[in-house]
């Protein structure tokens, strides 16, 4: 055998989305902790940390997955990435308060065509996208384009976070989405599941 073509989600991998890395033009930052339980640890730089939970909390706020606790732990609810952001906020020391959707006053969804979404809330526009998506319309941070290379080489999947005031904001998604102040880069990766290597011919690991 020379290649083995198989889905991912769920059958390589635990289905479970997490935040691994983050880069914002203040400093980096590395997450740990296991599914999506708020338990783990963000290290950051100092002149990081407040930036991070701005991103954090425009990540959470353009987003519509979520995290809750039941019994047997935490769940997501929605979509996998965006639950899993919801998780990296709270690792972040963002209340759960603080990610209610209660003041969004605007939304514009998720579009394959645009490939990213949007809410106002808060008097800002928080965006969140593909890289290729949101960069070009944001403010030009030369020192983005190093991180973005080294986390896509690693396997991550990267989102860029981004905002702009939302005062005078146009109606048109496209028109309102420019002149962005660019957040950071969240890097998510899926954790494989600990059965993997039985999927896998003994001869080919």
């Known amino acids: 055998m020379d290649v083995l073509c198989t889905d991912k989600t769920g059958t390589l ?40 939970r701005h991103l954090a909390i425009s990540a959470v ?11 047997d732990g935490w769940h997501p609810v929605g979509d996998p990435m965006e639950a899993a952001l919801s998780t990296f906020a709270m690792r972040a020391g963002v209340r759960l308060d603080e990610m209610s959707s209660s003041q969004v006053a605007r939304r514009f969804p998720f579009d394959p065509r645009r490939r990213r979404a949007s809410v106002v809330a808060d008097g800002l526009l928080h965006v969140k996208g593909a890289p290729d998506s949101v960069l070009p319309r944001c403010r030009p941070v030369p020192d983005a384009a190093a991180p973005l290379d080294e986390m896509t080489t690693a396997g991550l999947r ?35 599941r600990g059965d993997v290597t039985q999927a896998v011919p003994a001869g080919k690991r």
Do not use: F, H, K
């Open 61 to 71: 706020r353009s987003s519509t997955g979520r995290v809750v606790e039941r019994p």
């Open 13 to 52: 991998t635990r289905n479970e989305m997490a935040v691994v890395r983050v880069w914002t033009p203040d400093g980096a930052a590395e997450v740990t902790g296991i599914g999506y339980s708020p338990a783990g640890t963000v290290t950051a730089s100092p002149a990081a940390a407040n930036q991070l």
């Open 158 to 192: 990267v989102l860029a976070v981004a905002c702009r005031d939302a005062e005078g904001l146009p109606a048109d998604p496209d028109q309102a989405e420019r002149d962005l102040t660019l957040l950071g880069l969240v890097g998510l990766a899926g954790p494989p």
